[in-house]
């Protein structure tokens, strides 16, 4: 008869393992959440889905691998409802890797030559380009879609990145427009963009879940939104952050300009009810049309922080105001 052994850890409540595991998650340290999952079984499942409840992703010239194999695991563990646990995604696009050129050539005799696979790369890089081919990227990104997603992120290190060049060549753009408008989203930051697509940040602005929208260091085309047949109040936006931004086209995607606030009937394309907090940076060419959108505002408005002010030549710096009431 086989010596009985006290190696064996003791039984816990599944319940239990999870408060411990709530506790843990709270601290927002992946490394120690990697170190529970191998304690045991019981531990390693409800790790595992606060692990990947937060997706941080670079995309560089392996951004594309990066995505493959992202998919694969989420792919693999759909039985156990990790796709439908993720609730945050951030998109680093590393602007210093010229993660948009052609990737690196395989040069092994077994493949062909160098110079025939940097051939038949770029031509899957063409077919993706023509939207013939999608992307794992788009892939990622569809498969997410599912999930009860509250934050999206879209930022450029290194620079800042052309929405209209630099993307196309591994996601084309509609793939973005169903995530601003996801029914689920609470939050959206974009920076370092320019040439951002006005029309999806006025689906943005007409979200019915959004509270929180940062535009940071975006740069929009000029609008030639003309006036829709119904103005929309939005009623949940908590913090609108557009700073180092083109203030003049984002409040054009509103409805406001120069003529248009002039006359005595004016009014936006979207109102809000509940704003809370306003983040800018302004030019003195800007502060007519800000002035009266932030009147617009005031009856709600509880925090307005003013980043950079041009006033002419002339830089003032950060100015916070918080306004009480009683």
Same mark, same amino acid.
């Given at each position: 008869?086989?010596?009985?052994?006290?190696?064996?850890?003791?039984?816990?409540?599944?319940?239990?393992?999870?408060?411990?595991?709530?506790?843990?998650?709270?601290?927002?340290?992946?490394?120690?959440?990697? =170190?529970?999952?191998?304690?045991?079984?019981?531990?390693?499942?409800?790790? @595992?889905?606060?692990?990947?409840?937060?997706?941080?992703?670079?995309?560089?010239?392996?951004?594309?691998?990066?995505? &493959?194999?992202?998919?694969?695991?989420?792919?693999?563990? &759909?039985?156990?409802?990790?796709?439908?646990?993720?609730?945050?995604?951030?998109?680093?696009?590393?602007?210093?890797?010229?993660?948009?050129?052609?990737?690196?050539?395989?040069?092994?005799?077994?493949?062909?030559?160098?110079?025939?696979?940097?051939?038949?790369?770029?031509?899957?890089?063409?077919?993706?380009?023509?939207?013939?081919?999608?992307?794992?990227?788009?892939?990622?990104?569809?498969?997410?879609?599912?999930?009860?997603?509250?934050?999206?992120?879209?930022?450029?290190?290194?620079?800042?990145?052309?929405?209209?060049?630099?993307?196309?060549?591994?996601?084309?753009?509609?793939?973005?427009?169903?995530?601003?408008?996801?029914?689920?989203?609470?939050?959206?930051?974009?920076?370092?963009?320019?040439?951002?697509?006005?029309?999806?940040? =006025?689906?943005?602005? @007409?979200?019915?879940?959004?509270?929180?929208?940062?535009?940071?260091?975006?740069?929009?085309?000029?609008? @030639?939104?003309?006036?829709? =047949?119904?103005?929309?109040?939005?009623?949940?936006? @908590?913090?609108?952050?557009?700073?180092?931004?083109?203030? &003049?086209?984002?409040?054009?995607?509103?409805?406001?300009?120069?003529?248009?606030?002039?006359?005595?009937?004016?009014?936006?394309?979207?109102?809000?009810?509940?704003?809370?907090?306003?983040?800018?940076?302004?030019?003195?060419?800007?502060?007519?049309?800000?002035?009266?959108?932030?009147?617009?505002? =005031?009856?709600?408005?509880?925090?307005?922080?003013?980043?950079?002010?041009?006033?002419?030549?002339?830089?003032?710096?950060?100015?916070?105001?918080?306004?009480?009431?009683?």
């Amino acid at each position: 008869m086989a010596p009985k052994t006290h190696t064996d850890f003791p039984i816990l409540p599944q319940e239990l393992v999870e408060l411990v595991l709530d506790e843990v998650a709270g601290l927002k340290s992946p490394k120690t959440l990697r =170190a529970c999952a191998l304690v045991s079984k019981s531990f390693c499942f409800p790790c @595992r889905k606060y692990l990947y409840s937060d997706i941080l992703l670079v995309v560089d010239r392996h951004g594309q691998a990066r995505a &493959r194999r992202l998919i694969k695991t989420l792919e693999t563990f &759909r039985k156990g409802g990790f796709t439908a646990d993720v609730r945050s995604l951030t998109l680093i696009l590393d602007v210093s890797s010229k993660f948009y050129e052609s990737g690196p050539t395989f040069g092994s005799r077994a493949l062909g030559s160098r110079q025939s696979q940097k051939l038949k790369h770029t031509g899957f890089r063409t077919v993706e380009r023509l939207g013939l081919r999608e992307t794992s990227l788009e892939r990622l990104l569809k498969l997410l879609i599912t999930s009860q997603l509250t934050t999206f992120g879209l930022e450029a290190r290194g620079g800042f990145i052309d929405w209209g060049l630099h993307l196309k060549g591994e996601i084309r753009m509609e793939a973005f427009q169903s995530l601003f408008t996801h029914p689920s989203l609470k939050s959206l930051q974009i920076s370092h963009v320019s040439g951002l697509d006005n029309s999806f940040v =006025a689906e943005a602005l @007409r979200s019915n879940s959004l509270q929180e929208l940062a535009l940071i260091s975006t740069s929009l085309p000029i609008s @030639r939104i003309t006036l829709p =047949a119904v103005q929309f109040t939005n009623s949940h936006l @908590r913090r609108l952050d557009i700073r180092r931004t083109s203030i &003049r086209e984002i409040l054009r995607t509103m409805g406001y300009s120069i003529l248009s606030i002039a006359t005595p009937a004016f009014r936006p394309f979207v109102t809000f009810t509940g704003l809370q907090t306003l983040v800018i940076s302004a030019h003195s060419l800007d502060l007519d049309l800000l002035w009266k959108f932030i009147l617009g505002v =005031a009856g709600t408005l509880e925090t307005l922080e003013i980043e950079e002010l041009y006033w002419g030549c002339e830089l003032i710096p950060y100015i916070p105001l918080t306004i009480s009431r009683s």
